[in-house]
C-alpha cells in the first residue's frame, strides 16, 4: 500500500492538464456564463425599452433548443415517418436528415452581432453607397399595432443591398429575421448572417421532408412574436417590374393562423427603390439569357466578382473620380392585421379545404404585393428613365426633358405614389438622375441634344420599370396625397 509508483512525466502533465479543465468546466465555466447571460439579459431589457417592436423571448432562445422543439414537433415526426417509408430507410436514417434541416434553418441570434455589428455595418455601408432617404411612414397606424403582434415586413426585391438597407431603416423598431437564399451560404458570411437572426432556405427544394421542417419552423417563429422579414418575389427583378408572388413562407405564417388566438399577424408592406442598383447588369443579361431548357440562370453570390468591384470603386476613389450611386428610397405603407383581413372576409383559414385556402392565401399574396407596389417610391433616375423611354429613343433638349419628367410627377401625385424630388427642387431632380444616366454613359449628349444610347435600351427600361406600375390603372377612390408623403 505504500509502495511508490512512477510516472512518466509526460503522463503527469496531462493528467495535470485534463484536472484543470475539468475544475474550470465544473466551477468557474458555469459562474462566467451566469454572469455573461445576466449582463446579456439586462442589455436586452434596455434594448427593449426604445424598440418599437420588443425582441420576444423566442428569439432568444437557445439554437439547441429550437433545433430540439423543432424535430420533436408531431407534424416533423409525422414527415419524419412518410419519409422513411417512401424512401425505405431506417427512421434513424430519416431523423438525421432532418435534424440536418433543422440545423440548416434555425439561426443563431445574437443580439450584439446584431445591434452592435449588423446595424451598425448596415448604416455604414448604406450611407456610403447611396443618400438614403425615407421616404412615406405611417407612424400613428405603426405605433397603433398590439405590442405582442408578430409583424412581417413584405418587400420587394431590387437588390441584395435590400438586407443591409432595410436592416440600418428599421434599426429603431427591432431586429428582423430575414430569409435568406442558399447564394449566402458561404463561409464566414454565413455564420454573420445566422447570429443576426437570419435563416437559410433552399428556394426550390421539392423534398417533403425538408418542406416540412421549413414549414414548422416558420409556423414557430410567427407564433412565438418573431419579427419577419419577407421578400415575397422570391428573387430579384430581371426586368426592374414587380414579380408576382411566391407563397410559400406566406402560405407557413397563415396557415396555421387562430383568428381567436392572442397573438395577431400584421403585415407592412415596404418598398423600395435606388437611383442605382449594383447588380443591374447582371440581372438585365440574366433577363435575356436563358439555360438549355429555357429556364433564366440564378444569380449566385461571387466573392471574385465582389472583390473586382470593391477594388475598381477604391481606384476611383483614389483618383477622385468615385461618386456615390444617387439615392435610396424605403416607403413603409399601413399595417394590415390578418385578424381583421379574416375576419372580414368571414373565414378562418385552418376550416378550409386546402383548394379554398390556397385561393385565400393567393389573393392576400396578391393583396400585400399590390400595397407594396404602391409604396414603391418614384426616383430622379426612374423618372428621367421614363421620360427617354416615352420618346422612343428619339433626341430631348434639355427644355423637352424637363417637361416630359415635370408631368410624368404629376401624374404620380394623381395617383398618390410618393416621389422624392431632392432638395424640394423639381429642375435639380431631373438633373440629378440626367448625372446618374450621362456618368454610366446610358445617355450622351450630342448637338445640343440628348440621346440614350441604342444598346443600353434594356437597362434604362430596367429603371423606369422600377416605377412602370405607377401608371397602371388606378382603382377608383384610391389615389392619396402626394404631397402629404
Request: charged share 25%; with cysteine; net charge positive.
Amino acid at each position: 500500500m505504500s509502495q511508490t509508483v512512477t510516472l512518466p512525466l509526460w503522463l503527469v502533465v496531462v493528467l495535470a492538464a485534463l484536472a484543470t479543465l475539468g475544475l474550470v468546466d465544473r466551477l468557474l465555466l458555469p459562474s462566467v456564463r451566469f454572469f455573461l447571460r445576466r449582463r446579456v439579459n439586462r442589455a436586452i431589457e434596455r434594448l427593449n425599452t426604445r424598440l418599437r417592436l420588443r425582441i420576444q423571448p423566442f428569439k432568444l432562445t437557445k439554437r439547441r433548443v429550437l433545433i430540439d422543439r423543432l424535430l420533436f414537433d408531431p407534424q416533423v415526426l409525422a414527415a419524419v415517418e412518410q419519409y422513411a417509408e417512401s424512401e425505405g430507410a431506417p427512421r434513424e436514417v430519416a431523423m438525421a436528415e432532418a435534424r440536418r434541416y433543422a440545423r440548416e434553418i434555425v439561426p443563431a441570434f445574437s443580439a450584439y452581432a446584431y445591434f452592435n455589428i449588423g446595424t451598425r455595418l448596415a448604416r455604414r455601408v448604406s450611407r456610403f453607397l447611396y443618400r438614403v432617404r425615407l421616404g412615406y411612414m405611417d407612424e400613428d397606424a405603426i405605433e397603433a399595432i398590439e405590442p405582442n403582434a408578430t409583424v412581417v415586413f413584405i418587400i420587394n426585391h431590387r437588390s441584395n443591398m435590400d438586407y443591409v438597407l432595410v436592416t440600418y431603416m428599421a434599426a429603431s423598431s427591432s431586429a428582423l429575421s430575414y430569409a435568406v437564399g442558399e447564394w449566402a451560404r458561404v463561409w464566414l458570411l454565413q455564420s454573420l448572417i445566422r447570429a443576426m437572426g437570419a435563416y437559410f432556405i433552399r428556394r426550390n427544394s421539392n423534398n417533403p421532408l425538408y418542406r416540412k421542417v421549413l414549414a414548422r419552423y416558420v409556423h414557430m417563429a410567427t407564433q412565438g412574436g418573431v419579427t419577419q422579414a419577407v421578400f415575397p418575389e422570391g428573387g430579384l427583378s430581371r426586368d426592374g417590374r414587380l414579380r408576382p408572388p411566391k407563397l410559400g413562407l406566406l402560405s407557413y405564417m397563415v396557415s396555421g393562423f387562430d383568428p381567436q388566438g392572442p397573438r395577431d399577424v400584421v403585415f407592412i408592406p415596404v418598398g423600395l427603390n435606388y437611383d442605382r442598383v449594383l447588380e443591374d447588369r447582371v440581372l438585365t443579361a440574366a433577363a435575356e439569357t436563358r439555360g438549355d431548357k429555357g429556364e433564366r440562370p440564378r444569380f449566385r453570390f461571387s466573392p471574385r466578382i465582389l472583390a473586382k468591384f470593391l477594388l475598381r470603386n477604391l481606384w476611383l476613389a483614389i483618383r477622385g473620380r468615385w461618386y456615390r450611386y444617387g439615392y435610396a428610397c424605403v416607403s413603409f405603407g399601413a399595417p394590415l392585421s390578418l385578424r381583421a383581413y379574416l375576419s372580414a372576409r368571414g373565414i378562418d383559414l385552418r376550416t378550409l379545404a386546402p383548394e379554398a385556402r390556397a385561393r385565400e392565401i393567393t389573393q392576400l399574396g396578391e393583396r400585400l404585393m399590390a400595397e407594396v407596389g404602391r409604396v414603391i417610391p418614384a426616383l430622379p433616375v426612374s423618372l428621367v428613365a421614363t421620360a427617354f423611354l416615352e420618346a422612343e429613343g428619339g433626341p430631348l433638349s434639355s427644355l423637352e426633358l424637363k417637361g416630359r419628367v415635370f408631368a410624368l410627377i404629376e401624374k404620380l401625385r394623381r395617383r398618390g405614389a410618393h416621389i422624392h424630388i431632392p432638395r424640394a427642387d423639381l429642375e435639380y431632380a431631373v438633373d440629378v438622375g440626367l448625372r446618374m444616366l450621362t456618368l454610366r454613359r446610358l445617355v450622351v449628349a450630342e448637338d445640343g441634344l440628348l440621346r440614350m444610347v441604342p444598346g443600353e435600351r434594356a437597362l434604362v427600361s430596367y429603371y423606369a420599370n422600377a416605377i412602370a406600375h405607377h401608371f397602371e390603372a388606378c382603382p377608383v377612390g384610391e389615389e392619396r396625397d402626394g404631397e402629404r408623403r
